[in-house]
């Protein structure tokens, strides 16, 4: 079985762009959230998942199975894929 793969992104930022081809060119199936795109109540509720996952709150949070990996870490995204 897949595991869940979660990025939460800045849509400026090009770890986060890194990360998103990275993730392509590996062929995984992800959710991403670019949460300066969002707004409101939404925004916060999610600044809020990240923090409790990254407490720095930077980006790109990667979150792969219970794994949270901060930064484009080429390295250690491939580790917790193939775990």
Partial sequence: MAKK???YALST????RNTKEFL????VEYDCIDVDTLSGEERERVVEE??????????PTL???D?????FRKEKIE????K
Avoid: D
Wanted: charged share 20%.
């Fill in 24 to 27: 392509k060119e590996c062929g």
């Fill in 63 to 65: 979150v792969i199975g």
């Fill in 13 to 16: 930022c090009i770890h986060c």
């Fill in 67 to 71: 794994e949270v990996i901060v930064g």
């Fill in 79 to 82: 580790e917790a894929l193939n």
């Fill in 50 to 59: 990240v923090r409790k996952l990254n407490p720095s709150l930077t980006f």
């Fill in 5 to 7: 793969v979660m990025l």
